[in-house]
């Protein structure tokens, strides 16, 4: 089986009341055991809440492609991303209404390769280059994420770091290498 892939991610900056890691935290499954109905209905939750949030944001990514190999390769760098120590810092600090906090929310979806859903998520990620990293884009590809069948998803994963909001991201943070690949939304 083929296999193609789509992975989005975003950097918003936190509310004083911490309110939208709140909510992205209930959104996301906290069993693996999950139907494809029930990973959809967590999923596209997260993604109205991320929708909704969009002004928020202020860096992110995304990627599609229909490589095999390259969605191997790639869906485990995303997911490697989830069990690896993301933090900067060697301890937490309270949120401060002084310092801008981040989160960042990442979605990863490897797909059968030309189900309707890769077809029209394909269809969806073609983008011209200089819209690439603009906010309206970013809300197409989420609005488009209530199409997808998990029947044509292979795997997925989907991860907020921080898990904890007194780790919530700084900007020293994320000028770190590690984050260099979030870009700038416009």
């Known amino acids: ?9 975003l950097c918003a900056r936190l509310d004083a009341q911490g309110e939208l890691h709140r909510n992205l935290r209930d959104a996301l499954p906290l069993d693996g055991a999950l ?18 949030n969009l002004h928020a944001a202020e860096r992110g ?24 120590a993301e933090g900067a810092r060697a301890s ?8 801008p ?3 960042t929310f990442t979605l990863a979806l490897q797909l059968v390769r030309d189900s309707p859903s890769d077809l029209a998520l394909r269809k969806v990620c073609e983008v ?5 990293w603009q906010r309206q884009t970013f809300a197409r590809l989420l609005q488009h994420f209530g199409a997808i069948s998990f029947a044509s998803v292979h795997a997925d994963v989907a991860y907020l770091i921080p898990r904890d909001i007194e780790w919530a991201l700084t900007v020293d943070d994320l000028v770190a290498e590690k984050f260099r690949y979030l870009r700038p939304l416009v």
């Open 101 to 103: 906090r981040y989160l």
């Open 35 to 52: 139907t494809p109905g029930q990973k959809w209905q967590s999923y596209h939750r997260a993604t109205q809440i991320l929708l909704y």
């Open 128 to 132: 011209p280059e200089p819209a690439l």
């Open 61 to 84: 990514c995304w990627d599609y492609f229909d490589d095999d190999e390259r969605a191997e390769n790639d869906f485990a760098m995303w997911k490697k991303g989830m069990t690896t």
């Open 92 to 99: 937490s600090r309270p949120l401060s209404a002084l310092e």
């Open 1 to 9: 089986m083929s296999r193609s892939i789509f992975a989005l991610e």
